[in-house]
Protein backbone atom coordinates (compact mmCIF):
# COMPACT_ATOMS: atom_id res chain seq x y z
CA UNK A 1 0.00 0.00 0.00
CA UNK A 2 1.04 3.69 -0.63
CA UNK A 3 2.43 5.19 2.78
CA UNK A 4 2.11 9.11 3.24
CA UNK A 5 4.51 10.55 5.99
CA UNK A 6 6.33 13.66 6.90
CA UNK A 7 3.02 15.40 5.26
CA UNK A 8 1.43 18.05 6.81
CA UNK A 9 -2.89 17.49 8.12
CA UNK A 10 -3.89 19.71 5.75
CA UNK A 11 -1.27 18.23 2.49
CA UNK A 12 -3.03 15.06 3.89
CA UNK A 13 -6.60 16.79 3.63
CA UNK A 14 -6.27 17.24 0.16
CA UNK A 15 -4.67 14.07 -0.44
CA UNK A 16 -8.19 12.50 0.63
CA UNK A 17 -10.22 14.83 -0.94
CA UNK A 18 -8.78 13.30 -3.78
CA UNK A 19 -9.34 9.97 -3.06
CA UNK A 20 -12.79 10.86 -2.93
CA UNK A 21 -15.02 8.46 -4.97
CA UNK A 22 -17.24 10.54 -7.49
CA UNK A 23 -20.40 8.47 -8.50
CA UNK A 24 -21.54 10.35 -11.15
CA UNK A 25 -20.96 9.48 -15.06
CA UNK A 26 -23.01 11.67 -17.48
CA UNK A 27 -23.25 8.92 -19.86
CA UNK A 28 -24.69 6.40 -17.13
CA UNK A 29 -27.00 9.33 -16.13
CA UNK A 30 -28.40 9.59 -19.88
CA UNK A 31 -28.93 5.94 -20.19
CA UNK A 32 -30.37 5.88 -16.96
CA UNK A 33 -32.87 8.56 -17.45
CA UNK A 34 -33.73 6.33 -20.64
CA UNK A 35 -34.34 3.38 -19.15
CA UNK A 36 -36.63 4.80 -16.38
CA UNK A 37 -39.09 7.29 -19.03
CA UNK A 38 -39.09 3.63 -20.52
CA UNK A 39 -40.45 1.80 -17.75
CA UNK A 40 -43.24 4.37 -16.89
CA UNK A 41 -43.82 4.81 -20.86
CA UNK A 42 -44.25 0.46 -21.41
CA UNK A 43 -44.41 -0.77 -17.80
CA UNK A 44 -44.23 -4.74 -17.80
CA UNK A 45 -42.97 -5.01 -21.20
CA UNK A 46 -39.99 -2.55 -20.79
CA UNK A 47 -39.13 -4.62 -17.34
CA UNK A 48 -39.50 -8.48 -19.86
CA UNK A 49 -37.10 -6.73 -22.62
CA UNK A 50 -34.33 -5.12 -20.40
CA UNK A 51 -34.71 -8.36 -18.67
CA UNK A 52 -33.75 -10.25 -21.85
CA UNK A 53 -30.79 -7.63 -22.69
CA UNK A 54 -29.26 -7.00 -19.55
CA UNK A 55 -30.07 -10.30 -17.41
CA UNK A 56 -30.26 -12.60 -20.74
CA UNK A 57 -33.39 -14.15 -18.76
CA UNK A 58 -36.51 -14.46 -20.34
CA UNK A 59 -39.47 -13.65 -17.49
CA UNK A 60 -43.38 -14.14 -17.73
CA UNK A 61 -44.07 -13.49 -14.12
CA UNK A 62 -42.18 -10.60 -12.09
CA UNK A 63 -43.82 -11.92 -8.92
CA UNK A 64 -41.83 -15.11 -7.26
CA UNK A 65 -44.37 -17.01 -5.63
CA UNK A 66 -44.65 -18.67 -1.59
CA UNK A 67 -43.96 -22.00 -2.98
CA UNK A 68 -40.36 -21.30 -4.79
CA UNK A 69 -39.54 -19.34 -1.43
CA UNK A 70 -40.52 -22.74 0.44
CA UNK A 71 -38.62 -24.16 -1.91
CA UNK A 72 -35.52 -22.38 -1.47
CA UNK A 73 -35.61 -22.15 2.48
CA UNK A 74 -35.38 -25.74 2.92
CA UNK A 75 -32.43 -26.36 0.38
CA UNK A 76 -30.32 -23.86 2.52
CA UNK A 77 -27.39 -25.25 5.03
CA UNK A 78 -28.71 -25.44 8.38
CA UNK A 79 -26.06 -23.34 9.82
CA UNK A 80 -26.35 -20.58 7.10
CA UNK A 81 -30.18 -20.21 8.50
CA UNK A 82 -29.46 -20.71 12.20
CA UNK A 83 -26.36 -17.55 11.03
CA UNK A 84 -29.63 -15.59 9.72
CA UNK A 85 -31.47 -16.17 12.71
CA UNK A 86 -29.16 -14.91 15.26
CA UNK A 87 -28.38 -12.04 12.98
CA UNK A 88 -32.03 -11.51 12.84
CA UNK A 89 -32.59 -11.17 16.64
CA UNK A 90 -29.25 -9.08 17.41
CA UNK A 91 -30.33 -6.34 14.30
CA UNK A 92 -33.46 -6.68 15.95
CA UNK A 93 -32.62 -6.02 19.86
CA UNK A 94 -30.45 -3.07 18.27
CA UNK A 95 -33.14 -1.16 16.06
CA UNK A 96 -35.70 -1.69 18.26
CA UNK A 97 -34.17 0.89 20.62
CA UNK A 98 -34.67 3.51 17.40
CA UNK A 99 -38.51 3.20 18.09
CA UNK A 100 -39.71 6.88 18.37
CA UNK A 101 -43.53 7.40 20.37
CA UNK A 102 -44.20 11.37 19.48
CA UNK A 103 -45.10 13.77 21.80
CA UNK A 104 -47.90 15.76 22.92
CA UNK A 105 -47.28 19.40 24.57
CA UNK A 106 -49.97 20.49 27.05
CA UNK A 107 -48.07 22.72 29.15
CA UNK A 108 -49.59 26.13 28.22
CA UNK A 109 -53.61 26.56 28.70
CA UNK A 110 -55.36 26.79 25.91
CA UNK A 111 -52.54 25.28 23.61
CA UNK A 112 -52.02 21.79 22.42
CA UNK A 113 -49.01 20.91 20.40
CA UNK A 114 -47.30 17.86 19.24
CA UNK A 115 -46.09 15.49 16.74
CA UNK A 116 -47.63 11.86 14.96
CA UNK A 117 -45.40 9.27 14.40
CA UNK A 118 -46.35 7.40 11.52
CA UNK A 119 -44.93 4.45 9.49
CA UNK A 120 -44.80 4.33 5.95
CA UNK A 121 -47.05 2.16 3.92
CA UNK A 122 -45.19 0.57 1.13
CA UNK A 123 -41.17 0.47 1.06
CA UNK A 124 -39.33 -1.02 -1.85
CA UNK A 125 -36.18 -2.92 -0.90
CA UNK A 126 -33.46 -3.23 -3.50
CA UNK A 127 -30.98 -6.42 -3.46
CA UNK A 128 -28.51 -6.78 -5.42
CA UNK A 129 -28.07 -10.36 -7.36
CA UNK A 130 -25.52 -12.80 -9.04
CA UNK A 131 -22.07 -12.76 -7.62
CA UNK A 132 -23.05 -10.17 -5.72
CA UNK A 133 -26.23 -11.62 -3.36
CA UNK A 134 -26.31 -10.48 -0.30
CA UNK A 135 -28.51 -12.11 2.04
CA UNK A 136 -27.64 -9.87 4.81
CA UNK A 137 -28.53 -6.55 3.15
CA UNK A 138 -32.12 -8.06 3.18
CA UNK A 139 -32.17 -8.38 7.29
CA UNK A 140 -30.59 -5.12 7.41
CA UNK A 141 -33.09 -3.21 5.37
CA UNK A 142 -35.99 -5.44 6.30
CA UNK A 143 -36.24 -5.63 9.88
CA UNK A 144 -35.93 -1.68 10.48
CA UNK A 145 -39.04 -1.68 8.31
CA UNK A 146 -41.03 -3.74 10.28
CA UNK A 147 -39.91 -2.83 13.61
CA UNK A 148 -41.58 0.74 12.19
CA UNK A 149 -44.72 -0.20 11.41
CA UNK A 150 -44.54 -1.00 7.36
CA UNK A 151 -46.89 -3.27 6.47
CA UNK A 152 -45.62 -3.77 3.10
CA UNK A 153 -42.19 -4.72 2.10
CA UNK A 154 -41.40 -5.17 -1.17
CA UNK A 155 -37.92 -6.95 -2.50
CA UNK A 156 -36.47 -6.91 -5.71
CA UNK A 157 -33.16 -8.71 -7.24
CA UNK A 158 -31.99 -9.56 -10.34
CA UNK A 159 -33.82 -12.61 -11.80
CA UNK A 160 -30.52 -15.34 -13.14
CA UNK A 161 -30.57 -17.88 -15.60
CA UNK A 162 -30.28 -20.56 -12.55
CA UNK A 163 -32.92 -18.93 -10.13
CA UNK A 164 -32.30 -16.29 -7.25
CA UNK A 165 -29.98 -17.40 -4.77
CA UNK A 166 -31.97 -19.66 -2.16
CA UNK A 167 -30.12 -17.71 0.67
CA UNK A 168 -31.60 -14.85 -0.67
CA UNK A 169 -35.25 -15.89 -0.36
CA UNK A 170 -34.32 -17.18 2.80
CA UNK A 171 -33.43 -14.26 4.51
CA UNK A 172 -36.31 -12.52 2.75
CA UNK A 173 -38.56 -15.32 4.47
CA UNK A 174 -36.81 -14.49 8.07
CA UNK A 175 -36.79 -11.25 7.53
CA UNK A 176 -40.62 -10.99 6.47
CA UNK A 177 -40.23 -9.23 3.62
CA UNK A 178 -43.68 -9.49 2.06
CA UNK A 179 -43.40 -9.43 -1.53
CA UNK A 180 -40.13 -10.17 -3.83
CA UNK A 181 -39.90 -9.34 -7.86
CA UNK A 182 -37.33 -10.69 -10.01
CA UNK A 183 -35.98 -7.55 -11.62
CA UNK A 184 -32.75 -5.50 -10.90
CA UNK A 185 -30.74 -2.43 -12.23
CA UNK A 186 -32.59 0.93 -12.74
CA UNK A 187 -35.37 -0.38 -14.71
CA UNK A 188 -36.05 -2.06 -11.15
CA UNK A 189 -35.47 1.12 -9.47
CA UNK A 190 -38.25 2.96 -12.05
CA UNK A 191 -40.82 0.09 -11.42
CA UNK A 192 -40.36 0.71 -7.72
CA UNK A 193 -40.92 4.18 -8.36
CA UNK A 194 -43.79 4.48 -10.51
CA UNK A 195 -45.23 1.39 -10.50
CA UNK A 196 -46.09 -0.82 -13.35
CA UNK A 197 -48.74 -3.38 -13.78
CA UNK A 198 -47.47 -5.76 -11.67
CA UNK A 199 -45.13 -4.12 -9.11
CA UNK A 200 -46.75 -1.83 -6.98
CA UNK A 201 -45.24 1.80 -6.40
CA UNK A 202 -43.36 2.12 -3.01
CA UNK A 203 -43.00 4.96 -0.85
CA UNK A 204 -39.58 4.59 0.00
CA UNK A 205 -36.56 3.08 -2.17
CA UNK A 206 -33.68 1.39 0.27
CA UNK A 207 -30.53 -0.82 -0.51
CA UNK A 208 -27.29 -1.16 -2.26
CA UNK A 209 -26.30 -1.43 -6.26
CA UNK A 210 -24.34 -0.33 -8.82
CA UNK A 211 -23.65 2.62 -10.36
CA UNK A 212 -26.93 2.33 -12.31
CA UNK A 213 -28.76 1.50 -9.39
CA UNK A 214 -27.31 4.02 -7.50
CA UNK A 215 -27.93 6.83 -10.21
CA UNK A 216 -31.91 5.21 -10.48
CA UNK A 217 -32.29 6.05 -7.10
CA UNK A 218 -30.71 9.52 -7.42
CA UNK A 219 -32.82 10.56 -10.35
CA UNK A 220 -36.58 9.16 -9.05
CA UNK A 221 -35.51 11.14 -5.67
CA UNK A 222 -38.57 13.41 -5.23
CA UNK A 223 -41.33 11.25 -6.90
CA UNK A 224 -40.33 8.54 -4.16
CA UNK A 225 -37.79 8.58 -1.18
CA UNK A 226 -34.87 6.77 -1.15
CA UNK A 227 -32.16 6.14 1.65
CA UNK A 228 -29.11 7.43 0.27
CA UNK A 229 -26.92 7.21 -3.12
CA UNK A 230 -24.70 5.13 -2.48
CA UNK A 231 -20.64 4.75 -3.38
CA UNK A 232 -18.17 1.50 -3.27
CA UNK A 233 -17.49 0.58 -0.18
CA UNK A 234 -14.99 2.08 2.41
CA UNK A 235 -13.05 1.57 5.79
CA UNK A 236 -10.97 3.66 8.10
CA UNK A 237 -8.66 2.13 10.84
CA UNK A 238 -6.95 4.35 13.02
CA UNK A 239 -4.30 2.57 15.00
CA UNK A 240 -1.09 2.73 16.72
CA UNK A 241 2.02 0.59 18.31
CA UNK A 242 -0.83 -1.98 19.71
CA UNK A 243 -2.56 -2.80 17.23
CA UNK A 244 -1.85 -6.72 15.06
CA UNK A 245 -0.68 -5.41 11.15
CA UNK A 246 -1.80 -9.08 10.48
CA UNK A 247 -5.47 -8.30 11.57
CA UNK A 248 -4.92 -4.67 10.21
CA UNK A 249 -4.53 -5.70 6.46
CA UNK A 250 -7.40 -8.49 6.82
CA UNK A 251 -9.62 -5.36 7.67
CA UNK A 252 -8.97 -3.66 5.39
CA UNK A 253 -8.73 -5.91 2.70
CA UNK A 254 -12.35 -6.71 3.93
CA UNK A 255 -13.24 -3.84 2.41
CA UNK A 256 -11.16 -4.18 -0.68
CA UNK A 257 -12.58 -6.77 -1.70
CA UNK A 258 -15.96 -5.54 -2.57
CA UNK A 259 -15.30 -3.29 -5.49
CA UNK A 260 -12.57 -1.94 -7.75
CA UNK A 261 -13.19 1.52 -6.79
CA UNK A 262 -13.56 1.01 -2.62
CA UNK A 263 -11.27 2.89 0.06
CA UNK A 264 -9.24 1.36 2.66
CA UNK A 265 -7.56 3.96 4.50
CA UNK A 266 -5.09 3.13 7.70
CA UNK A 267 -3.97 6.20 10.00
CA UNK A 268 -1.65 5.54 12.58
CA UNK A 269 1.24 7.16 14.53
CA UNK A 270 3.67 4.61 13.90
CA UNK A 271 6.33 4.38 10.95
CA UNK A 272 6.70 0.63 11.77
CA UNK A 273 3.09 -0.13 12.29
CA UNK A 274 2.65 1.55 8.25
CA UNK A 275 5.80 -0.91 7.02
CA UNK A 276 4.07 -3.55 8.67
CA UNK A 277 0.80 -3.52 7.35
CA UNK A 278 1.83 -2.55 3.75
CA UNK A 279 4.08 -5.96 3.80
CA UNK A 280 0.80 -7.60 5.28
CA UNK A 281 -1.53 -6.44 2.98
CA UNK A 282 0.63 -7.57 -0.04
CA UNK A 283 1.17 -11.17 1.51
CA UNK A 284 -2.40 -11.55 2.02
CA UNK A 285 -3.77 -9.92 -0.91
CA UNK A 286 -1.55 -12.75 -2.98
CA UNK A 287 -4.02 -15.51 -1.71
CA UNK A 288 -7.08 -13.97 -1.70
CA UNK A 289 -10.02 -15.35 -4.04
CA UNK A 290 -11.15 -12.02 -5.13
CA UNK A 291 -7.23 -10.30 -5.15
CA UNK A 292 -7.52 -8.86 -8.79
CA UNK A 293 -11.26 -6.32 -7.09
CA UNK A 294 -8.95 -6.04 -4.23
CA UNK A 295 -5.76 -5.50 -5.73
CA UNK A 296 -7.19 -2.84 -7.46
CA UNK A 297 -8.95 -1.10 -4.62
CA UNK A 298 -5.73 -1.40 -3.05
CA UNK A 299 -3.43 0.13 -5.72
CA UNK A 300 -5.69 2.91 -6.76
CA UNK A 301 -7.77 4.10 -3.86
CA UNK A 302 -6.34 3.30 -0.71
CA UNK A 303 -3.13 4.03 1.56
CA UNK A 304 -1.61 4.44 4.55
CA UNK A 305 -0.90 8.06 6.43
CA UNK A 306 1.75 8.58 9.36
CA UNK A 307 0.66 11.45 11.36
CA UNK A 308 2.42 12.56 14.08
CA UNK A 309 -0.07 12.62 17.45
CA UNK A 310 -3.97 10.25 17.66
CA UNK A 311 -5.03 14.07 17.41
CA UNK A 312 -4.06 14.66 14.14
CA UNK A 313 -4.90 10.88 13.41
CA UNK A 314 -8.39 11.87 14.46
CA UNK A 315 -8.56 15.00 12.81
CA UNK A 316 -7.55 13.35 8.88
CA UNK A 317 -9.70 10.95 9.59
CA UNK A 318 -12.91 12.80 9.80
CA UNK A 319 -12.18 14.45 7.16
CA UNK A 320 -12.28 10.88 5.20
CA UNK A 321 -15.82 10.32 6.88
CA UNK A 322 -15.77 6.84 6.43
CA UNK A 323 -18.27 4.04 5.97
CA UNK A 324 -16.54 2.39 8.39
CA UNK A 325 -13.99 3.23 10.91
CA UNK A 326 -11.82 0.68 13.49
CA UNK A 327 -10.52 2.55 16.39
CA UNK A 328 -7.79 -0.09 17.11
CA UNK A 329 -6.25 2.01 19.96
CA UNK A 330 -5.69 1.07 24.33
CA UNK A 331 -8.78 1.54 25.75
CA UNK A 332 -11.13 2.75 22.45
CA UNK A 333 -13.91 3.99 24.01
CA UNK A 334 -12.45 7.25 25.05
CA UNK A 335 -11.89 8.24 21.34
CA UNK A 336 -15.24 8.41 21.06
CA UNK A 337 -16.04 11.95 21.52
CA UNK A 338 -13.30 12.77 18.55
CA UNK A 339 -15.08 11.01 15.84
CA UNK A 340 -17.30 13.07 13.85
CA UNK A 341 -17.94 11.95 10.78
CA UNK A 342 -18.70 8.16 10.35
CA UNK A 343 -21.04 5.46 9.24
CA UNK A 344 -20.37 2.98 12.12
CA UNK A 345 -17.78 2.89 14.80
CA UNK A 346 -15.99 -0.18 16.18
CA UNK A 347 -13.83 -0.05 19.10
CA UNK A 348 -11.02 -2.22 19.93
CA UNK A 349 -9.34 -4.98 18.34
CA UNK A 350 -12.14 -7.95 18.86
CA UNK A 351 -14.91 -5.43 17.18
CA UNK A 352 -13.54 -6.47 13.30
CA UNK A 353 -15.70 -4.79 10.57
CA UNK A 354 -17.10 -7.46 9.03
CA UNK A 355 -19.22 -8.33 12.41
CA UNK A 356 -20.78 -5.42 11.48
CA UNK A 357 -21.74 -6.43 7.97
CA UNK A 358 -23.24 -9.62 9.76
CA UNK A 359 -24.20 -9.76 12.60
CA UNK A 360 -23.50 -7.26 15.51
CA UNK A 361 -27.17 -5.08 15.50
CA UNK A 362 -25.90 -2.15 13.81
CA UNK A 363 -26.98 -1.70 10.43
CA UNK A 364 -24.47 -1.96 7.76
CA UNK A 365 -26.63 0.06 5.04
CA UNK A 366 -24.13 3.19 5.48
CA UNK A 367 -23.10 6.77 4.18
CA UNK A 368 -20.33 6.96 1.47
CA UNK A 369 -17.67 8.79 -0.34
CA UNK A 370 -17.62 11.25 3.01
CA UNK A 371 -21.30 11.40 3.03
CA UNK A 372 -21.13 10.44 6.51
CA UNK A 373 -20.70 14.03 7.35
CA UNK A 374 -24.41 14.90 7.12
CA UNK A 375 -26.10 11.65 6.58
CA UNK A 376 -26.44 8.85 8.77
CA UNK A 377 -26.73 4.36 8.69
CA UNK A 378 -30.42 3.28 7.64
CA UNK A 379 -32.53 3.15 10.66
CA UNK A 380 -36.36 2.99 11.91
CA UNK A 381 -36.40 6.38 11.74
CA UNK A 382 -36.30 6.19 7.69
CA UNK A 383 -39.04 4.79 7.66
CA UNK A 384 -41.06 6.72 9.55
CA UNK A 385 -42.89 10.35 8.91
CA UNK A 386 -43.34 13.03 11.64
CA UNK A 387 -46.50 15.07 11.64
CA UNK A 388 -46.99 18.04 13.41
CA UNK A 389 -50.53 19.28 15.14
CA UNK A 390 -51.42 22.09 17.26
CA UNK A 391 -54.67 23.58 18.77
CA UNK A 392 -55.22 26.98 19.61
CA UNK A 393 -58.34 28.24 21.91
CA UNK A 394 -59.61 31.45 21.01
CA UNK A 395 -58.02 33.52 23.89
CA UNK A 396 -54.66 32.17 22.86
CA UNK A 397 -54.99 32.71 19.08
CA UNK A 398 -55.99 36.31 20.43
CA UNK A 399 -52.21 36.59 22.32
CA UNK A 400 -50.41 35.56 19.17
CA UNK A 401 -52.29 37.52 16.51
CA UNK A 402 -50.38 40.72 16.43
CA UNK A 403 -47.27 38.71 15.73
CA UNK A 404 -48.56 36.68 13.15
CA UNK A 405 -50.26 39.62 11.18
CA UNK A 406 -47.02 41.45 11.53
CA UNK A 407 -44.62 39.25 10.11
CA UNK A 408 -47.63 38.27 7.53
CA UNK A 409 -47.77 41.96 6.36
CA UNK A 410 -43.78 42.48 6.29
CA UNK A 411 -43.91 39.64 4.13
CA UNK A 412 -46.15 40.78 1.78
CA UNK A 413 -48.44 38.42 2.49
CA UNK A 414 -52.28 39.91 2.96
CA UNK A 415 -54.55 37.10 2.99
CA UNK A 416 -52.17 35.31 5.61
CA UNK A 417 -53.29 38.14 8.08
CA UNK A 418 -56.77 38.57 7.20
CA UNK A 419 -57.10 34.61 7.65
CA UNK A 420 -56.33 35.11 11.46
CA UNK A 421 -58.06 38.29 11.93
CA UNK A 422 -61.04 37.07 10.46
CA UNK A 423 -61.42 34.94 13.44
CA UNK A 424 -61.79 38.11 15.70
CA UNK A 425 -64.79 40.21 13.13
CA UNK A 426 -67.90 41.71 14.95
Excluded: W
Excluded at 205 to 216: E, F, Q, S
Amino acid sequence: MKIYKDKSLEDMKKIVSDYTADTSDRVIEERVATIIKTVRDKGDQALKEYSQQFDKVTIDDFKVDKETIEAAYKKVDPAVIKALEVAKANITSFHEQEKERGFMDASKPGVLRGQKVTPLARVGIYVPGGTAAYPSTIMMCALPAKIAGVKDIIMVTPPQVNGIAPAVLAAAKIAGVTQIYQVGGAQAVAALAYGTESIPRVDKIVGPGNIYVATAKKQVFGQVSIDMVAGPSEIGIVADQSADPVDLAADLLSQAEHDKRARAILITNNQSLAQAVSQEVDRQLAVLPRKDIAGAAIADRSFIAVMPSIQDMFALMNEVAPEHLEVQLDNPIQYLSMIENAGSVFLGKYASEPLGDYAAGPNHVLPTGGTARFSSALGVYDFVKHTSFSYFTKDTLAELTPHVTALARVEGLEAHARAVESRFRK
